[in-house]
């Protein structure tokens, strides 16, 4: 992760911004030399279709999905 310090970053903060957006690589801030701070960009929210769109089609459940499950519980 890259670092600037606290002077830099007021001297060229929209820049430092931007780069940040553009790269999307987090930067640490320093005062004296000694990290304060961490500037990250927002990670996107992945829908489901996102994360698990690759398997519809793919995967078949032969039970009810909302009957609950317990006989892995045993006897509580």
Same mark, same amino acid.
């Given at each position: 992760? =890259?670092? @600037?310090?606290?002077?830099?970053? &007021?001297?060229?903060?929209?820049? *430092? $911004?931007?780069?940040?957006?553009?790269?999307?690589?987090?930067?640490?801030?320093?005062?004296?030399?000694?990290?304060? =701070?961490? @500037?990250?960009?927002?990670?996107? &929210?992945?829908?489901?279709?996102? *994360? $698990?769109?690759?398997?519809?089609?793919?995967?078949?459940?032969?039970?009810?999905?909302?009957?609950?499950?317990?006989?892995?519980?045993?006897?509580?």
């Amino acid at each position: 992760m =890259l670092t @600037i310090s606290k002077s830099k970053l &007021k001297a060229h903060m929209l820049r *430092v $911004f931007r780069e940040i957006e553009d790269s999307g690589q987090g930067m640490v801030v320093t005062d004296r030399g000694k990290p304060v =701070l961490k @500037i990250e960009p927002i990670a996107p &929210k992945l829908r489901v279709d996102d *994360v $698990f769109g690759h398997l519809k089609g793919k995967v078949k459940w032969h039970g009810d999905p909302n009957q609950p499950t317990t006989s892995e519980w045993g006897n509580v």
